[in-house]
């Protein structure tokens, strides 16, 4: 079946410094991908999407590449701040309406 | 923007009580669903369903049921609430009219403690 791999955290960041959060998935179709974000006592936002390979999602400065040949949905910041300390969550959905979640990766910011 | 509406942010119950769980969509989706969050856990799906009155069985059904009576409402209803039952309750729906592959919108959550 499906799966999404992210990288476990925390990961602890300085502010403005470079992040990435790894994703990588298995799937047997031609899914999308999306990453969520969850601040603390919150539900999950989408964070941004891509639907095809190659497609190139971004939102708040915030982006992410669709790679099928790597099979990746690697995250990227190139300067962090405090506020986007949250649980990052890596998903697919592959021919219907079912979404498969990596386990979630916590940032923390620091100033 | 779509907006997903959980009943409640925070609840309190006893073992043995009945609990309803409330979600409203206002994007007429045709898809809704039922996770719970737990540390270490992830995301797990409760149930699901496509349109109303129908529902289908998630990965962690048990000691759970739904309702879909109207298509922008989806109710969460634990028969006999247990400890084990404490959790973080997320709400969420999709459309598939458009085209498949649509992300899904969540609720803010509800913090359920049995006691």
């Known amino acids: 079946g499906d799966s999404v791999t992210q990288m476990e955290g925390p990961v602890t960041l300085s502010e403005e410094a470079f992040l990435t959060i790894n994703c990588t998935y298995t799937?047997?179709?031609?899914?999308?991908l999306f990453w969520y974000v969850q601040y603390p006592g919150e539900g999950l936002q989408l964070l941004l999407k891509a639907t095809k390979a190659d497609d190139k999602g971004s939102n708040k400065g915030f982006e992410a590449t669709y790679r099928k040949e790597t099979t990746s949905f690697h995250l990227e910041k190139g300067s962090v701040q405090v506020s986007d300390s949250a649980v990052y969550f890596c998903?697919?959905?592959?021919?219907?309406?079912?979404?498969?979640f990596g386990g979630g990766t916590r940032l923390m910011v620091k100033p | 923007d779509v907006k997903v509406t959980q009943s409640s942010r925070y609840l309190v119950k006893r073992t043995g009580e009945k609990v309803f769980l409330e979600c409203v969509q206002d994007m007429d989706h045709e898809n809704m669903f039922w996770y719970r969050q737990d540390p270490g856990l992830g995301l797990r799906l409760i149930y699901f369903s496509y349109d109303v009155k129908m529902k289908e069985k998630g990965d962690i059904p048990e000691g759970y049921s739904v309702s879909r009576e109207k298509k922008e409402r989806f109710s969460l209803i634990l028969e006999s609430a247990s400890t084990n039952q404490t959790s973080m309750y997320l709400c969420a729906s999709s459309s598939r009219r458009i085209q498949s592959n649509q992300p899904q919108h969540f609720g803010d959550g509800t913090r359920l403690s049995i006691l």
């Open positions: 799937a047997t179709g031609y899914p999308s």
């Open positions: 998903a697919l959905t592959d021919a219907g309406n079912m979404l498969t």
